[in-house]
């Protein structure tokens, strides 16, 4: 066997290495892009969550802020015997932006806070004659917007 024969029979040509090392490469390449992608991502998103978590809690701290001076309101109204006429003229004289309505035994008393300008924390309390005090909803949902101007344009299958 001579010199030229030998080369020719060896199993793995430079070509062949020199194509998997650049396929390496570029793989490695795609990962390094996509991991910097996914990090710059999930950056964002929780900048995104730490300010609606700060928005959140301002519209907490103010609806518990209304609840604690409904409940002063609530126990000195009891106090004095006439739970239904102090409780009522106290909370529309002190308290604004709420809705007060009569229930068996007591008030319901429902009122919202703007969280931002898609969402707000709605609250609904219940307030006995004895000066108790049920939290019955406190919860977030979207503001509401009147759906008559928005139309989605999605086809109904008419030409």
């Known amino acids: 066997m001579n010199k030229k024969d030998r080369l020719n029979t060896s199993g793995l040509g430079v070509g062949y290495v ?47 802020s209304k609840l604690a001076q409904l409940d002063e309101i609530a126990m000195i109204a009891a106090e004095t015997g006439f739970f239904e006429d102090e409780f009522e003229s106290a909370v529309s004289e002190q308290i604004d932006g709420v809705s007060l309505s009569r229930i ?15 969402q707000e924390l709605s609250v609904e309390v219940g307030f006995t004659s004895d000066g108790d005090c049920e939290i019955m909803r406190w919860q977030t949902g979207t503001i509401s917007e009147d759906s008559s101007d ?7 299958g008419s030409f």
Not at 51 to 62: E, H, I, P, R, V
Not at 104 to 118: P, Q
């Open 18 to 64: 020199s194509v998997m090392i650049i396929f390496a490469v570029i793989c490695l390449t795609i990962f390094a892009v996509l991991s910097f992608s996914a990090a710059s991502s999930s950056d964002g998103f929780n900048e995104r969550s730490g300010d609606y978590l700060k928005q959140y809690y301002a519209a907490d701290s103010a609806a518990k």
């Open 104 to 118: 068996a035994g007591g008030f319901s008393v429902i009122w919202t806070e703007k969280i931002n300008d898609r």
């Open 150 to 156: 928005s139309h989605l344009g999605v086809w109904d």
